[in-house]
Each structure stands twice: as structure tokens, then as C-alpha cells.
């Protein structure tokens, strides 16, 4: 059963309510007051407010661990995770497995590699016969190119000074291209004149025919013997 109000002057005939009927008699309390004071207060609301933003951050909080964790195993999911812990173990039993079988016939192939390789085979199991196939051309290649390796190998000392020799030749070949370029600017001038020239030639022979034709020769003097006489006795 609910607890009766002592404010309430109604349920509650009792000193307080009528201390409460008289103040509002004298009006020095009004019913407006007496319901605003009933209402709840908002402190209340933000009290709640504030728990369930708690709530919430609490939430937040838990789902970026829960993000965190994950992350993490994603990240080590190659240790942790049973399938790739299963492929790891089956590896390591196969690579265990062909070691033991090694070991047992460790004397017998100390034996066969004493031996020369000439006229003798291993055994390749099928399934790595296309392997087998693709490092024998990647064997014959390397052994093709062997030498030109080695010569590679052989002038890598005397790189720098190659080097420099390349520049400096590279300097000269700079200088005669330029001279060639302007040697054939020369010549192509030379040809020019040449043709003016050869242009001129018929022309100039010309004017000297026509110049001979129209010059007229002066007669000798004619001397008489008397003259002559009498130079030779002087």
C-alpha cells in the first residue's frame, strides 16, 4: 500500500498539512507552487542520461576490445589457427620422414656420391619430373653464359676506370660529330661556289670571244734599208 502524502492537506489532516492549509489561506503559498514542487526534477533526468551514456561508453569500450582481439588474430592466425597449425605439422612430419630416410641410407649415399656421376641416374618421382625439366634448361643457359660471367665478374675491379674511358670517348665522338657537322656545312657552301662558278665560266669565255673579234691590230712601222745602213756604220 502507497505511503500517504504529508503535503497533501486532503489525505494527510495532520500538522504539516494544516500548516500547509494555512499558508495557502494567507497565500503566502499558491497551488502552482505546491505542483511545480510534485514535478521531477531534471537533475533526476540527467543522472540517468548520464548512466546511460555510461552504458554506451562501457559498450564502445568492449566491442573495440573485442575489434583489437580479432585484429590480432588475424594477425597471428598462421601460429594460432588449427588449419595452418595442421599444414605446418604435416610439413614438418613429411621433412622429418625424408630425413629419417636419409638417415638410414646415409651409407649408401656417401657411397654414390664417391662415385662419378658419369653413366649413373637418380631417382625423380613423377610428380617433380616438369621441375627437374625446368632446371635442366635453367642449367644449360647458366652454363652457356658461364664465361661471360665470369669475364663480368672479372672486370668489375676495372669498372670505374671503363667508365671514364667510355666518357672521355663519348667527349671525343661529342667533338667529331660537331667538326663533321661543320665540315659538311663547308663543303655544301664549297659546292655552292663551285656550281656560281662553273655558272660563270661560259659567260666570261664569251665576252672574251667577242672582245677578240672586234680588236683591231695596228700595222708595223716600215724601216728603209738606207736607215739601216747608216745606223750600222754609226
Same mark, same amino acid.
Not at 502552482?32 to 548512466?51: A, D, G, P, W, Y
Not at 612430419?93 to 657411397?111: D, F, I, P
Given at each position: 500500500?502507497a505511503?500517504?502524502?504529508?503535503?497533501?492537506?486532503?489525505?494527510?489532516?495532520?500538522?504539516?498539512?494544516?500548516?500547509?492549509?494555512?499558508?495557502i489561506?494567507?497565500?503566502?503559498?499558491t497551488e502552482?507552487? &505546491?505542483?511545480?514542487?510534485k514535478?521531477?526534477?531534471?537533475?533526476?533526468?540527467?543522472?540517468?542520461?548520464?548512466?546511460?551514456?555510461?552504458?554506451i561508453?562501457?559498450?564502445?569500450?568492449?566491442?573495440?576490445?573485442?575489434?583489437?582481439?580479432?585484429? &590480432?588474430?588475424?594477425?597471428?592466425?598462421?601460429?594460432v589457427?588449427?588449419?595452418?597449425?595442421?599444414?605446418?605439422c604435416?610439413?614438418?612430419?613429411s621433412?622429418?620422414?625424408?630425413?629419417?630416410?636419409?638417415l638410414?641410407?646415409?651409407?649408401? &649415399?656417401?657411397q654414390?656420391?664417391?662415385?662419378p656421376?658419369?653413366?649413373?641416374?637418380?631417382p625423380?618421382?613423377?610428380v617433380?619430373?616438369?621441375?627437374?625439366?625446368?632446371?635442366?634448361?635453367l642449367?644449360?643457359?647458366?652454363?652457356?653464359?658461364l664465361?661471360?660471367?665470369?669475364?663480368?665478374i672479372?672486370?668489375?675491379p676495372?669498372?670505374?676506370?671503363?667508365?671514364?674511358?667510355?666518357?672521355?670517348?663519348?667527349?671525343?665522338?661529342?667533338?667529331?660529330?660537331?667538326?663533321t657537322?661543320?665540315?659538311?656545312?663547308?663543303v655544301?657552301?664549297?659546292?655552292?661556289?663551285?656550281?656560281?662558278?662553273?655558272?660563270?665560266?661560259?659567260?666570261?669565255?664569251?665576252?672574251?670571244?667577242?672582245?677578240?673579234?672586234?680588236?683591231?691590230?695596228?700595222?708595223?712601222?716600215?724601216?728603209?734599208?738606207?736607215?739601216?745602213?747608216?745606223?750600222?756604220?754609226?
Amino acid at each position: 500500500m502507497a505511503a500517504a502524502n504529508p503535503w497533501d492537506p486532503a489525505t494527510a489532516p495532520n500538522a504539516a498539512g494544516l500548516l500547509l492549509g494555512h499558508l495557502i489561506t494567507s497565500e503566502l503559498v499558491t497551488e502552482e507552487m &505546491l505542483n511545480i514542487s510534485k514535478k521531477s526534477t531534471s537533475c533526476f533526468v540527467n543522472f540517468s542520461r548520464l548512466q546511460q551514456i555510461t552504458d554506451i561508453q562501457a559498450e564502445i569500450y568492449q566491442k573495440n576490445l573485442e575489434i583489437e582481439l580479432l585484429s &590480432l588474430e588475424k594477425d597471428a592466425a598462421d601460429v594460432v589457427h588449427p588449419s595452418f597449425l595442421a599444414q605446418k605439422c604435416h610439413s614438418l612430419q613429411s621433412m622429418n620422414n625424408h630425413l629419417e630416410a636419409v638417415l638410414k641410407e646415409k651409407r649408401s &649415399l656417401r657411397q654414390r656420391l664417391l662415385k662419378p656421376m658419369c653413366q649413373g641416374n637418380l631417382p625423380v618421382e613423377a610428380v617433380y619430373h616438369r621441375y627437374m625439366v625446368h632446371l635442366l634448361e635453367l642449367a644449360v643457359t647458366f652454363i652457356e653464359r658461364l664465361e661471360d660471367h665470369l669475364e663480368t665478374i672479372r672486370n668489375i675491379p676495372h669498372l670505374d676506370a671503363d667508365l671514364k674511358k667510355m666518357s672521355t670517348a663519348l667527349a671525343k665522338m661529342d667533338i667529331l660529330v660537331t667538326e663533321t657537322e661543320e665540315l659538311a656545312e663547308n663543303v655544301l657552301k664549297w659546292r655552292e661556289q663551285q656550281k656560281e662558278v662553273s655558272s660563270y665560266i661560259p659567260k666570261i669565255l664569251a665576252e672574251k670571244n667577242s672582245l677578240h673579234k672586234h680588236v683591231i691590230v695596228p700595222p708595223l712601222p716600215v724601216t728603209s734599208k738606207v736607215n739601216v745602213q747608216t745606223i750600222n756604220a754609226k
